[in-house]
């Protein structure tokens, strides 16, 4: 048999911002399907009530859960978002991680931002999000970071804050990514296409995609004329990475239970990101990305799930059939 291909992962210092909101998860399992609930023809007067028999509160937030998986693989990211006036216990928390804190301002007046989540069987989701200190966002300025920034995340949190500093990564010259996430139904057209074209990479799911391309009027191969790598994620069906040259088609790493399929795709971001600033192909971060992102699925809650570098590597040469060399 011939020896496994090595793929070595080099630790670097790069600088990684994180914007996107913090906030407090409450996530509930619903035993049944949404849909035999809702009658589809009385949608006008929709009033209904799910009864769960578990929640559990936890840390979460698009920047929260991103800045998470990527201490996980040994990055060191920036968090560039406000905490409410209960910031004292996700300070401490992320302090006992060693993330940075120094750039998450915390509010006088408001409390920190939260989500209440349900996933019924079938995996859909309904969310209900308080802004709550994430409305302070707009306050922080890109530039008042002393840091080199190697690559930023513009994640999930106030519109007009995803627009500044998307503005000012832009004019500063700092690339990005692009990921509106569940604020993509905030974007008109013309500012979705603006950020579209200010980013390096755009990363959506498949309903995000068509979302993207009704408001743009861009199929995939129009909005690679404006942004440099398309990324869709598809679940449990892997991951499409593309470039105007090429595509890659993502194998996914097999779960060994579906837990709870929230914070996911953050984890996703950040295997993809790890790989691709310690110089890997597109392949490799999509892989990467994959394996991150199935033990964010195999627990419940988005920052609940843990693993060595080890395990990390073991399984990602189990499902891909190459090595992965950390040092």
């Known amino acids: 048999m011939p020896a496994k291909p090595s793929i070595h992962f080099a630790t670097v210092n790069m600088s990684i911002l994180v914007t996107g909101s913090l906030a407090y998860d409450y996530i509930m399992d619903f035993p049944d399907s949404f849909k035999n609930h809702i009658l589809p023809d009385q949608i006008h007067i929709l009033s209904v009530s799910f009864v769960v028999p578990k929640m559990e509160k936890n840390w979460g ?9 990527f201490k996980l693989l040994n990055s060191d990211p920036i968090i560039f978002s406000p905490l409410g006036r209960d910031a004292k216990d996700y300070l401490d928390y992320f302090q006992n991680l060693k993330i940075n804190t ?46 080199k920034i190697d690559l930023a995340l513009i994640c999930a949190t106030k519109k007009d804050a995803m627009i500044k500093h998307a503005k000012e990564c832009y004019d500063q010259k700092i690339p990005f990514v692009f990921d509106p996430g569940q604020q993509i139904t905030a974007f008109d057209a013309r500012e979705l296409s603006m950020l579209i074209g200010q980013a390096k990479f755009y990363i959506v799911n498949d309903y995000e995609m068509k979302l993207t391309q009704e408001k743009t009027g861009w199929d995939a191969n129009e909005l690679l004329n404006h942004v440099e790598v398309l990324i869709i994620t598809l679940g449990e069906r892997g991951s499409i990475v593309r470039t105007k040259d090429q595509t890659w088609e993502i194998k996914p790493c097999p779960p060994t239970s579906v837990d709870d399929p929230t914070g996911a795709g953050d ?20 892989q990467a990305g994959s394996v991150s992102s199935v033990y964010a699925v195999e627990h419940y809650g988005t920052q609940n799930h843990s693993y060595t570098l080890e395990e990390f590597k073991q399984r990602y040469e189990e499902t891909y059939d190459e090595k992965i060399n950390f040092s």
């Open 61 to 69: 937030g698009t920047a929260g859960n991103v800045a998470y998986n």
């Open 267 to 286: 984890a996703y971001r950040a295997g993809f990101f790890t790989a691709y600033l310690n110089g890997y192909d597109f392949r490799v971060c999509g």
């Open 102 to 147: 120094d750039y998450i301002p915390v509010s006088e007046q408001k409390l920190t931002a939260s989500a209440h989540i349900i996933t019924d069987k079938d995996d859909n989701q309904i969310t209900a999000f308080y802004t709550g200190a994430t409305d302070e966002a707009t306050d922080l300025s890109i530039e008042n970071v002393k840091s």
